[in-house]
């Protein structure tokens, strides 16, 4: 199975502030991975596919990259909405998630 | 507008039986693949199934296999989990979780339902 490892576990960050969240793979899945936000109490929203795939109607400013073993998400200016668990997810053997990013207010 | 509604979570006794449905509508459902991912209270997330829109393929989680059950009926649009011997490990909200377009069997999910609780515990 692939395990998939994201950094930090907890993230304190300022509005207009640009963050990255880092996620590992245990073995290549080339650009198989997609990155999710989850609000407390809500269902995960989709951001990113194919690593840097923009999903329709998310901001410009959420932006994606990697491949192979080694992936990010960037948020290029931080806004209030954006505070919220961002979940990594690898489709390229089956499938498994990140165990999540808390990105909080500083 | 697609939507995704589950449906019967409950609380069961370790050992016991559950069916979840999942209503699809909105969308062609026969031609896309879909999941049910699931999430243990104050956890993350985990990927428990996968059938392919034809039910030709399915796939499951190593912690599922062999006593879950992942169908779908095309005609009703509705896709279903048949989860025995459950644990207290399986509690969790499952949510079920739809392709893109273009997506293949296990791929990014674009469209997940609202969840149903479901608590294994005596």
């Known amino acids: 199975d692939i395990q998939m490892t994201q950094s930090p576990s907890t993230l304190s960050a300022s509005v207009g502030d640009r963050v990255t969240i880092t996620c590992r793979a245990s073995q290549t899945i080339t650009t198989w991975l997609a990155w999710y936000q989850q609000k407390p109490g809500k269902v995960p929203k989709l951001v990113i596919y194919r690593a840097s795939s923009l999903e329709s109607g998310v901001p410009s400013r959420f932006s994606g990259s990697g491949s192979g073993t080694e992936f990010t998400l960037t948020i290029s200016s931080l806004q209030p909405d954006d505070f919220a668990t961002y979940y990594c997810q690898q489709y390229s053997s089956k499938s498994s998630f990140g165990q999540g990013t808390k990105l909080e207010i500083k | 507008e697609v939507q995704l509604v589950e449906s019967g979570g409950d609380l069961v006794q370790p050992g016991g039986s559950l069916r979840l449905s999942c209503a699809a509508s909105g969308f062609t459902f026969s031609v896309y693949a879909m999941s049910w991912v699931r999430q243990a209270p104050g956890k993350g997330l985990e990927w428990v199934s996968a059938i392919s829109g034809s039910s030709r393929n399915t796939y499951y989680a190593d912690s599922v296999k062999g006593r879950f059950t992942i169908s779908r009926d095309n005609s009703k649009n509705t896709l279903f989990l048949q989860m025995n011997s459950l644990r207290g490990a399986d509690t969790a909200v499952y949510y079920c979780?739809?392709?893109?377009?273009?997506?293949?069997?296990?791929?990014?999910?674009?469209?997940w339902g609202q969840g149903t609780m479901v608590t294994v515990s005596s």
């Open positions: 979780a739809k392709v893109p377009p273009d997506g293949y069997v296990i791929d990014a999910f674009d469209i």
